[in-house]
């Protein structure tokens, strides 16, 4: 295999209950190996409605259950289509980034998590990816490729009010931060340092039996 996968976190996934899981989003290698390791639970995730413009990309992420969403907007449809899914106890994998980053350092948070985050009472399980930004170098010198998995704290959001553009993009932010603290320093981008300002509407989620 061309990978060798270090998922010692990858126990700490709750086994049943809906699940909010964002992550950091480097290159194609995160969905396949992801949805393998959580086998046997339901997963589903949002992609990019361009995706759909290859009819064989299209197939693929139709068999995984991929749920397009317009960037760029407030997609309802995308955003009706998630809180379905976590309703019925699946676990709905989100990029907050909105896009690769191909390197692995983070970039800044869309807005959108954050509105999804404050409206579903859903956990959130923040998770980082590393190493595998180098697959293709490793690859042309026909060596393996290290893809490590880190699993952080189970949240949950607990301001409520009305919900500003700011105040979601503050949300997607400490989500980011709570990703980057997963993260060897190298890779924190957009999130290096400690969060600016005085704001946290995330609290520790009480964590169900069965998780370590």
């Known amino acids: ?30 969905i396949p190996l992801v949805l ?7 997963v589903t995730g949002l992609a990019k409605a361009e995706t759909w413009d290859s009819p064989v990309m299209g197939m693929l992420f139709n068999l995984w ?13 995308a955003i009706r289509r998630v809180l379905e899914a976590l ?17 692995g350092c983070l970039r800044r948070a869309k807005p959108g998590i954050g ?20 697959i293709w170098s490793n690859l042309r010198r026909l060596r393996r490729t290290d893809f490590h998995i880190r699993v952080g704290p189970l949240l949950r ?17 400490e989500v980011m931060y709570q990703i980057a603290a997963l993260l060897p320093e190298k890779y924190r981008g957009a999130y290096a340092g400690s ?5 946290s509407f995330l609290e520790p989620s ?4 069965g998780v370590a």
């Open 65 to 77: 259950g991929a749920i397009p969403v317009r960037r760029g907007e407030a997609d309802v449809v």
């Open 157 to 173: 959001v607990r301001a409520d009010g009305r919900w500003t553009a700011e105040r979601r993009q503050v949300l997607a932010d």
């Open 115 to 134: 509105l999804l985050a404050a409206h579903t009472p859903a956990p959130i399980l923040p998770i980082a990816f590393f190493g595998h930004e180098r």
């Open 1 to 30: 295999m061309a990978c060798r996968v270090d998922d010692r976190d990858v126990p700490r996934i709750p086994l049943q209950g809906p699940l909010l899981l964002v992550a950091n989003h480097v290159n194609f290698l995160e």
């Open 195 to 199: 969060p600016s300002g005085e704001a």
């Open 87 to 103: 309703n019925a106890g699946m676990i709905v994998a989100i990029a907050p980034e909105g896009t690769r980053s191909g390197d």
């Open 206 to 209: 009480p964590v169900p039996p």
């Open 36 to 42: 393998s390791h959580l086998q046997p639970r339901q």
